[in-house]
């Protein structure tokens, strides 16, 4: 075993392999940028398949290839489950899938991976059936767990080489200029998408709004693309959306996200030209609101809003109080509509958003991020990818992408959820290093980290309880109790990559 600056076991076997997490920074070094196989296209070749089945038959897909989604749709996504079905039909065995992130909806995935047809998985999350079968240990290797900054470096250095990406478009025409702003399925930004199609071998756009040519505005354009596939939907709209705007009225929720407000306004960074990033849950949601009055209040305009698009922040565009939305992937219909007709509002893929090794992601000009948790612990450890059963049923996503490169990060949770502490001496999975974590919102107070003087000396005189981190888990802890160790099995089920690649974690089989 090799432990590395966190203080996890990583086993020799993988250290040697990906190299173990030693520093934020430490990894980021030069490297040659990825290469892919191109098929040029010629006068008067059609790129317009007559279904599913064409495409996987004229890629050459074969036993051992990767191939990736992306998850624009979210629980509405359609095309993941529709290529894997017609796959499995076909007898192929033994792919790697490369989705961006996997949701609730790909349950049928499960079998698949029982069928051999999935034999290794790279992910940003893992959500409900899925996650706990790939906990219960279903695959023979462990899935690779990455942030959307991670993916992108990985993609973009070529640890992960995807033959053909099968990607879902709302509109296209025959030629495969796509767009996430027309037709029927619209999702707005397709961020994650969008690095896929520059480096795939081949690139499949599955697309249920076929468009005359040219289809603008272009996302993904002509250029990057090998086929098209015209089907009935691509997915269900109302599925983008689930669960990912729910605007609160919950007394804890609204507490911290006054709290939360409170340390951003009265924070150096409150100032005109700066730039955020929130969440999608409820308390995020209410920290948007709040933040919006005090904006108004104090006549003050944001530079730009960054990250997951909700329509809380489109509406800070429609207002002026933002100059820019900065957009990888839109959470509600609202936004992807002011994707499509508002000339302040930019779609930009993943690599831009966040990857450590582009030659700078937006996330470095980020001044303040509101992030969630499942846990957190007196270390500032946070976890966002195991429950507190050690079952996988969370997400990466950009957590330890923006919490780095912000200048101030607040990560916003309540001490207990139901009867389990979320501040914990030990996180059971750590996605993202304590350094990065500048302050923790609950609805008790504030905790600092100690590593952040800046912000002690700023905040000394606010009103806002203030608590160390042991305090706020000892408030847990007395309403809770001390949790119970989990018992593991001795199968390693997944990798925990840190943004730059090294791994930062392991989790075993429940």
């Known amino acids: 075993m090799t432990i590395n600056q966190v203080g996890r076991d990583i086993p020799d076997q993988y250290a040697s392999q990906y190299g173990v997490y030693a520093g934020e920074l430490t990894n980021i070094k030069d490297y040659q940028r990825a290469t892919k196989k191109v098929h040029p296209v010629k006068p008067r070749d059609s790129k317009l ?88 240990g279903i695959l023979a290797d462990p899935v690779i767990i990455r942030s959307h900054g991670g993916r992108a470096r990985a993609i973009e250095r070529g640890d992960i080489h995807i033959d053909v990406a099968f990607l879902g478009a709302p509109s296209a025409d025959e030629y495969g200029n796509a767009n996430g702003v027309k037709g029927k399925t619209t999702c707005g930004s397709l961020g994650y998408a969008m690095v896929d199609a520059q480096y795939a071998d081949q690139v499949v756009i599955i697309t249920d709004s076929l468009m005359p040519y040219p289809n603008t505005p272009i996302s993904i354009p002509q250029t990057l693309v090998d086929y098209v596939v015209e089907v009935d939907a691509i997915g269900d709209p109302e599925g983008i959306a689930k669960g990912a705007t729910r605007f609160t009225k919950n007394p804890k929720e609204l507490l911290i996200a006054e709290y939360a407000a409170k340390m951003i306004t009265e924070s150096t960074y409150f100032k005109d030209g700066f730039s955020f990033q929130t969440g999608t849950g409820g308390a995020a949601l209410a920290v948007t609101r709040f933040l919006k009055q005090a904006m108004i209040d104090q006549n003050i305009k944001a530079s730009f809003v960054l990250g997951g698009i909700t329509n809380a922040m489109a509406e800070l565009l429609e207002d002026g109080l933002v100059e820019k939305v900065i957009d990888v992937q839109d959470f509600d219909h609202p936004s992807a509509i002011s994707l499509g007709k508002n000339s302040e509002h930019y779609e930009i893929d993943a690599a831009m958003y966040a990857s450590p090794l582009s030659k700078g992601s937006v996330i470095n000009q980020l001044d303040i991020a509101i992030l969630s948790a499942l846990e957190i612990d007196t270390q500032f450890n946070v976890n966002v990818i195991t429950g507190s059963d050690g079952v996988l049923r969370g997400a990466s996503g950009g957590h330890s992408d923006t919490s780095t490169a912000c200048k101030m990060s607040m990560v916003i949770a309540p001490i207990v959820r139901g009867r389990i502490p979320t501040i914990v001496d030990q996180v059971t999975t750590v996605v993202t290093p304590g350094s990065s974590i500048d302050v923790v919102v609950t609805e008790l107070g504030i905790a600092i980290n100690p ?32 949790p119970a160790p989990i018992k593991y099995g001795d199968r390693l089920v997944a990798l925990i990559e840190y943004r730059d690649g090294t791994l930062i974690d392991v989790v075993k089989n429940v």
Do not use: C, W
């Open 451 to 482: 590593l952040r003087t800046d912000l002690i000396a700023a905040f000394k005189d606010s009103k806002t309880p203030q608590l160390t981190i042991e305090a706020l888990k000892e408030k847990a802890y007395a309403i809770t109790g001390e």
């Open 49 to 136: 398949l007559a279904s599913i089945h064409d495409a996987i038959i004229q890629t050459g897909l074969k036993d051992g290839m990767t191939i990736s989604f992306h998850h624009h749709f979210r629980e509405g996504d359609y095309i993941m489950n529709m290529v894997l079905a017609e796959i499995a039909k076909m007898g192929i065995k033994d792919l790697a899938i490369a989705p961006s992130s996997i949701a609730n909806v790909h349950e049928p995935l499960i079998d698949y991976i029982k069928q051999g047809v999935v034999t290794h998985v790279t992910s940003s999350g893992l959500r409900d059936k899925v996650g706990a079968a790939i906990s219960e």
